[in-house]
């Protein structure tokens, strides 16, 4: 079982000293989550947990112990964010011992509760299926039914860039479909499709628990805090949502790996992987490159090629 192999390896390496630190996923006291687990003993091995509730991106805690020698536990998806980390020379001193596990996918915690009548108390998954239980709910439901959009679409769930693989690895096929949000989009006139993004954006409350939960997201200031010079007004005037918004999709152009740890973040249920899968296929289409799969390419928006196409410049 992967949970097993996984406790084991990291056992072994907190007790050979190959790493000062494991940062994985833990229990929660909440039905559908885990939550993330910093273990610094042998013995604290025992609480990681695997499941399709292991949701965050745990790559984006990376920045907080540069000091330390850390063994992270990996899905296909996080693994491409250290590899896109790497390249911006995130780690001078001690690059992660990767972890790295297949993912099954994940269960995306809103559907289920959507579908389900009444109060969560227990969620088991057994196979492909899901157990629901709690005080009047006492049903079965079919993982592939619930998966986040993210994780429907998504290719590259083997992390091959880890040092050491839990789990076989799984086959790498390409979606028939287009994240569906990126879909809709495509099929709007443009009027539409601005009226799309204000309609999401109006909700946004300037949390920025988006931009904390993403590993791409590191800089000592950000320009949304920037006083000198000042970038944005701390308002909630529809140009300044647009203006976090927009820069914030372009930011992450050549670097998001689409782990969908933004979307998932928010309070306000903003759909965010729109934009940024978006520019990831744009990306891809014109450069023939996807974030943290060639860990020696460099992002196309960082690097100049003279034979790059300039018809846009006139
Ligand atoms: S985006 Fe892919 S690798 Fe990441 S959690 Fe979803 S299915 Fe797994
Ligand atoms: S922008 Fe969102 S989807 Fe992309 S790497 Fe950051 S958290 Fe993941
Ligand atoms: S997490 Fe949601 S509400 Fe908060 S800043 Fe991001 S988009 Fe806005």
Known sequence: MIQQQLREKAKELLSNKTVDLIIGFGEWTLPLRTTPVFIRTPEGAESLVWNSFCENNLTAYLHKFSRLKIGLV????????????????????????????????????????????????????????????????????????????????????????????????VEEVSPVEAHPDVVALEGMFPEERWNFFEKETSRCIRCYACREACPMCYCAECFVDSSRPRWIEKSFSPSDLAFYHIVRAYHQTGRCSGCGACERACPMDIRLTYLTQKLNQEVKDLYGFETGIQPEAAPPLSTFDPEDKQEFIK
């Open 74 to 169: 990996v899905k296909g998806c996080d693994a491409r964010s250290v590899v896109a980390l790497n390249l911006e020379k995130r780690f001078p001193n001690h690059p992660p011992l990767l972890i790295g596990i297949p993912c099954q996918r994940l269960v995306d915690r809103k559907k289920v509760k959507k579908a389900v009548k009444g109060e969560i108390l227990q969620a088991v998954e057994q196979g492909d299926l899901l157990l629901v239980k709690g005080e009047d709910v006492n049903v079965t439901l079919k993982r592939e039914d619930f998966l986040y959009s993210v994780c429907q679409v998504c290719t590259h769930r083997t992390p091959h860039q880890a040092h050491i693989l839990i789990g076989d690895p």
